[in-house]
């Protein structure tokens, strides 16, 4: 297999020969009631420390992003990257190994050892909440970018998680799902991706999924974690469960669970220390498990005597994380559309600074950076496509701002108009805390409450102060969590009562969405008086404590005709319009799938309106995953920034401008409509979800049924043109290719290799058997290398349980997306 982002780098991080050593000699230490204490989070995110063995406590944090670190507020914020979609659509594993070096440094910044990321689930079914934090619909690229990533972490002194293992590809009844996915299907699909890494970059970490697979709980699944993972891949790592995700004590660590988070309560500590004791659990399993986190615990140095696997003088050198969150987005960008090549605009040019550009969407000022969920870093600094062009547009080009639509359905959180604080009382109606609130949210951790209040003294928390709205009209109110809310607006109680539905996902009250609780007609500048009274704040959910509800809001409905009325004159009077269209955190978050691909809100109706008004409309889609465009061929260019990290703005303002070229490539297949989509099943039926297309997901699927999509796997324009000229395969199975630059500016070219079985040969199907970027300038010639893997040839027997390769004579495509084939070759392999 190849090495992620060029051979040997995972020799950059090789364990010191003295690690065995010095982890049977602390193992043989320690009592079981050590042990198992060491194979459970002391609290949400670290695991004790054990003095006696100098052993060092060891901190995780989310990823992928961003390093959150053990908090969960904005108090403390992280540098924030592209989200994986995008990082996968640069189809470059040393940007990938880049961004996780940049990572690292951010780990070391805030204390932290363990990185809980990459997720690399595939993209099953667009629907999935969580498709803007997984990398792609394809095995191999999604292993590619995840080996790079994991590379560039662990070069640097960092772990890596790679997570969830496995078929945790969408969010409906997470916890409970069964996946019923057929053998062949899980190696050549969902393992896939895990294996690669797993044999190239030698990631340290494995988190065991909250789902079922065929019939066992993943975190108890021992033919997987067992089985599958130590005994055919020689994985030495840690198998770390998802955050509630282990139940039963012998069971967990029986079937190959290593360790249970979060603490302080968790199924092992004392429950497992007593099952070895009382001899119902298996004391090797145990010690097992007890060297796996000891080992970890060397490689990262926190084990006295043994020296990090990557000395601190051994890696590589610091970077500008900014200019690396700035760069990468650009170089994750997708020109789906450019018509008569519009893009890159000339801001020199006298039409552009004479009626200049008008910008539209409530995302081009509040920019949509990230997804929802566990995927959440606060940023400390984010740069908005308003603020990115102001700062790169020659001083005088006139540049105006319209909303144009709200953007949401349903609820916003309270934070256009509101002034909040929070008050915590105590049994006695003591105030224990009084606290600011700038957007009517809050998500407390037990341990860190504000004014340092005490979590189990706390007994009520109100959000309240006023509320001036913009509109007349009637505005609704609504309330977000779970727990028993008294909701007061202007004197009226707009809801009493208790809100706990039985099938809420256990976290529910992070993840859920905002319920509608009434509507109060109101005047446009006129304050009134809010006021949310939750009468059981705490919640606890296993070791998770916190108090995390909210107050959301929906302004009054005749203020959207305004809004859009003003964007479509704004769009007239402008040379060019810019209109940046999104999803929300109501839409694209963990916790909850997507049930239909609209944009939310009036937004398709706002560029359809602005198109009409001004034929120089330029569309930015600033989604996770794939969205329905209607008007895409009615609109002169259509760029796909994903969620862009902190950066986004800034990068593009540099694409659009043309100071950087949209280097981005589709890692996943973008329908035009979600009826179209080859897999919409995320909904469990009788609690059981089955892959029943086996492995005909994405572009697989979409060439089986001779289907067109919107936009192929693979596809992306850039700034100049090329010409695929040459192709020589060698004997080795290296494939050179000759590409030539034909446009008139510098560029660069994602090559891509397809293999297709002989006709008539069940198996394996047509797929990406390699890729490899170039870059030239016009009229250069320039060569890409690709070699292409054994596994390209095989599939998985389910006869003898084994790879095997598969004789005859392949079909080698040589391509620019998954459907569009520009040379070809053949090669025989010999029976
Ligand atoms: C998510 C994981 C995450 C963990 C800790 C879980 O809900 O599925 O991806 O690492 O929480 O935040």
Redesign the pocket.
């Known amino acids: 297999m190849a090495s992620p982002a060029g051979s040997g780098a995972a020799d950059t991080y090789a364990d010191a020969p003295d690690y065995h050593r010095l982890v049977e000699a602390a193992i043989a230490r320690l009592d079981p009631d050590a042990k198992a204490r060491l194979l459970s989070g002391q609290d949400l995110w670290s695991l004790p420390a054990l003095p006696e063995i100098g052993l060092a406590s060891l901190v995780m944090s ?2 992928p992003v961003g390093v959150r670190g053990s908090g969960w507020s904005p108090d403390d914020p992280s540098l924030t990257l592209p989200s994986p979609t995008a990082l996968a659509a640069s189809w470059d594993p040393a940007l990938a190994r880049t961004v996780g070096r940049v990572l690292a440094q951010e780990a070391h910044r805030k204390g932290v050892h363990v990185l ?1 990321a990459p ?1 690399i689930n595939l993209h099953r079914s667009p629907l999935s909440g969580r498709h803007f934090e997984a990398y792609s619909e394809d095995p191999l690229l999604t292993a590619r970018i995840g080996a790079g990533y994991v590379t560039g972490l662990q070069e640097s002194g960092v772990a890596a998680t790679l ?2 293992f496995v078929a945790n590809d969408a969010e409906t009844e997470r916890f409970t799902v069964d996946n019923h996915v057929g053998e062949q299907t899980l190696r050549e699909l969902y393992l896939a991706p895990f294996e690669e890494i797993i044999a190239t970059a030698r990631p340290w970490l494995l ?1 065991s999924a ?1 789902n079922s697979v065929n019939g066992s709980t993943m975190t108890e699944h021992r033919a997987l974690q067992i089985g599958v993972l130590r005994e055919e891949w020689g994985f030495d790592g840690v198998v770390v469960s ?2 509630l995700a282990a139940r039963d004590t012998v069971r967990a660590i029986e079937g190959g669970l290593d360790v249970a988070m979060p603490g302080p309560h968790t199924v092992y500590g004392p429950a497992l220390a007593a099952a070895v004791r009382n001899g119902t659990a298996d004391e090797t399993a145990m010690d097992e498990a007890v060297r796996h986190v000891l080992l970890l615990a060397a490689r990262l140095g926190l084990l006295k005597g043994a020296g990090p696997a990557a000395p601190a003088d051994r890696r590589p050198s610091p970077l500008d994380g900014a200019a690396v969150a700035r760069d990468t987005a650009a170089r994750s960008f997708v020109l789906l559309r450019n018509e008569g090549g519009i893009l890159p605009l000339d801001p020199a040019d006298d039409t552009i600074s004479g009626d200049g550009i008008a910008l539209i969407g409530h995302a081009a000022r509040h920019a949509r950076i990230l997804g929802g ?2 995927a959440t870093v606060f940023p400390g600094h984010v740069v908005s496509p308003l603020d990115g062009l102001r700062a790169a547009l020659p001083a005088g080009t006139p540049l105006t701002w319209a909303q144009g639509a709200d953007l949401s359905e349903g609820l916003n959180s309270a934070a256009d108009g509101f002034t909040l604080r929070a008050v915590l009382h105590g049994a006695d109606g003591k105030v224990l805390a009084d606290t600011p609130l700038p957007d009517g949210r809050i998500r407390w951790m037990a341990e860190t409450l504000p004014g340092g209040a005490d979590f189990d003294a706390l007994d009520s928390v109100e959000l309240l102060g006023t509320f001036t709205p913009r509109t007349d009209g009637p505005h609704t109110f609504g309330t977000r969590g779970l727990g028993a809310f008294r909701l007061t607006v202007d004197g009226a109680t707009l809801f009493d009562g208790l809100h706990r539905p039985a099938d809420a996902d256990p ?1 529910e009250a992070v993840t859920g969405r905002p319920v509608p609780r009434g509507t109060v007609d109101m005047r446009a500048g006129h304050p009134v008086e809010v006021s949310l009274l939750a009468r059981e704040p705490r919640m606890s959910y296993g070791s998770l404590r916190g108090v995390t509800f909210g107050l959301a809001h929906r302004e009054a409905p005749g203020e959207e005709d305004r809004l859009i009325e003003e964007a479509v004159a704004a769009a007239r009077a402008a040379h060019t319009a810019i209109v940046v269209v999104a999803t929300t955190e109501t839409v694209e978050s ?1 916790g909850f799938d997507r049930s239909s691909l609209r944009l939310p809100g009036r937004q398709d109706e706002l560029v359809a309106r602005v198109a009409a008004a001004n034929p120089r409309t330029l569309v930015v889609v600033n989604a996770g995953a794939p969205v329905e465009m209607p008007w895409r061929e009615d609109v002169a260019a259509v760029l796909l920034t994903w969620f862009p990290g902190e950066q986004g703005g800034a990068a593009l303002a540099d694409v659009l401008l043309g100071r950087a070229e949209p280097g981005g490539r589709l890692p996943t297949t973008w329908p035009a409509r979600l009826n179209d989509a080859p897999v919409r099943q995320v909904t469990p039926q009788g609690g059981v979800l089955r892959y029943d297309e086996d492995t005909s997901i994405g572009y697989r699927a979409w060439q089986r049924h001779r289907a067109e999509p919107a936009y192929a796997f693979g596809y992306g324009q850039g700034y100049t043109t090329w010409e695929h000229e040459h192709l020589v395969l060698a004997d080795d199975r290296t494939l050179r290719v000759r590409v030539r630059n034909t446009g008139s500016r510098p560029g660069r070219e994602v090559v891509q290799v397809y293999v297709s079985a002989p006709e008539g040969l069940k198996g394996p199907d047509r797929r990406l058997a390699g890729f490899a970027s170039v870059t030239a300038d016009p009229g250069e010639s320039v060569e890409a290398d690709i070699a292409l893997p054994e596994r390209a040839f095989q599939i998985w027997d389910t006869a003898t349980r084994n790879w095997t390769t598969r004789p005859g004579r392949y079909v080698i495509q040589v391509a620019r997306h998954a459907m569009s084939p520009t040379l070809d070759a053949e090669l025989h392999i010999p029976g």
Do not use: N, P
Request: glycine share 14%; aromatic share 14%.
């Open positions: 989310d990823g809980l997720t997570k969830h988190m909250y998802d955050w969920g566990s976290l963990e």
